[in-house]
Structure formats: C-alpha cells, structure tokens
C-alpha cells in the first residue's frame, strides 16, 4: 500500500524542511497528546486499513513556497474519525509522495493532510505539505529536498495572482 503508483508523469517540486509544531510526534509535550497524535491516530487509521506504523512516529513538515498546492483525489480519505476522547471528529487524506535524496536510494511514503475544515487547531500554512516517511537520517531543517507526487492525486501550482485595487 505504500509505494508510488503508477503513473504516466511525476510532478518533481522543491520543498524545503521546516519545524512543525510538534503534536504528531509529541514532543512539544502537549498532555492533551500524549505520544503525539499519530499514536494515538494509528490503531484508527489501522482500523480503516491503513498502518501508519511503518513511517517515523512524526511529519516531515516541508514548504514549498512560493507555490501552493491543490488536492484532487487523494489515495486514502477517512471521514468522520474520532480518535481522541475530547476532540471532535476530523476528516483525514493521505497521498502517495516519494522523497527523492538526500540519500540515493528514493524514500516512498505519504502526504499526511488533516482536513482544514474538521481541524481544531494547529493549521498549516497553504504552503505547507506534511510527510509520513521512514526514518531518514541526514536530514536537518532548513535543507532543500526533492519530491514525487503524482498530479492525479494533487498538483502544485502558482498561487493566484492578489486582485489589484484599482480605486
């Protein structure tokens, strides 16, 4: 389930890694988390089909500014999850994503996207994808990587042009 599919073409985009803020994998300390919140998420996700067991307990979070990006269908969407006792429920899609170096061998995962509507808090700026990979050692904030994502899933673009006012 975790390998790239097969597709005609590959968006290649540049991302840069940046600090999240640290409740998917637990270390900002938050009670209300405890282990984070993809531990507590996985035995839902398990649940559903999908073990986020095989990746880092944690998101990669990269910018790929100035561009932004658009979902189109992801791989996986479960709705209405209710994986904490006092949170409300959220909606959560997942997209194929392939990290490609620092290492040279290609690293397969996920784009792990909470949806912005069922989320309480801790939002992501638009340009700012989250990534659920394997390990990766080398890797530091600040770095440049490189990423595979198939546009049939969710395409990188521009973002519009800010309307002039002409008054």
Not at 43 to 51: Q, T, V
């Amino acid at each position: 389930m975790n390998e790239i599919v097969n597709s005609t073409r590959l968006q290649i985009i540049t991302a840069r890694l940046m600090q999240g803020h640290r409740v998917a994998s637990g270390l900002n300390g938050n009670p209300r988390f405890p282990g984070g919140t993809l531990l507590m998420q996985r035995p839902h996700f398990l649940a559903l089909g999908l073990d986020i067991g095989v990746y880092h307990r944690g998101t990669l979070n990269v910018s790929i500014a100035p561009n932004i990006y658009r979902v189109v269908k992801p791989r996986l969407t479960f709705r209405d999850v209710k994986w904490h006792p006092v949170e409300p429920r959220e909606d959560f899609s997942f997209f194929d994503v392939r990290l490609v170096g620092p290492n040279p061998t290609p690293v397969d995962g996920l784009i792990y996207y909470p949806h912005p509507e069922t989320k309480p808090e801790h939002f992501q700026a638009p340009d700012v994808l989250e990534l659920l990979l394997p390990f990766v050692d080398g890797l530091h904030y600040g770095m440049e990587l490189s990423l595979e994502i198939p546009p049939e899933q969710m395409v990188i673009e521009s973002p519009p042009d800010p309307v002039l006012n002409h008054d």
